[in-house]
């Protein structure tokens, strides 16, 4: 069992940017595989970014890539997105994840951090 607990989102102006941390406590923290998604209201809750066990292989959606950040760091059992040059479209509840047995499959969530970007 993995408890995840996300912290880090508020409301910020377009071009500004937020930092979302990811606490995780429970099963080895360095043996999943972490990700990043986001739910905007009305819309379906999409990938944002994943980031390998050990950090160094990661993955971002097209939308995010060149602007977010994910780091993992497994001493302090976190993964972190670093949310640069933010968008009105980025509005969405973040939810951070850890991967299960099955690659891409992610079995544990967090609860979710609110973040508000306005125009």
């Known amino acids: 069992q993995v408890q995840l607990v996300e912290s880090g989102g508020g409301l910020v102006q377009a071009g500004g940017s937020l930092r979302l941390s990811c606490a995780a406590s429970g099963r080895t923290f360095s043996s999943s595989a972490m990700g990043w998604f986001r739910q905007a209201p009305g819309r379906e809750r999409e990938f944002v970014a994943r980031i390998s066990r050990s950090g160094g292989s990661t993955v971002y959606a097209d939308s995010v890539k060149g602007r977010f950040i994910i780091s993992r760091d497994n001493a302090k059992n976190t993964v972190n997105l670093q949310m640069n040059s933010l968008k009105p479209d980025d509005t969405a509840v973040y939810y951070c994840?850890?991967?299960?047995?099955?690659?891409?499959?992610?079995?544990?969530w967090g609860q979710g951090t609110q973040v508000t970007v306005s125009t």
């Open positions: 994840a850890a991967e299960g047995l099955l690659p891409g499959t992610y079995a544990y």
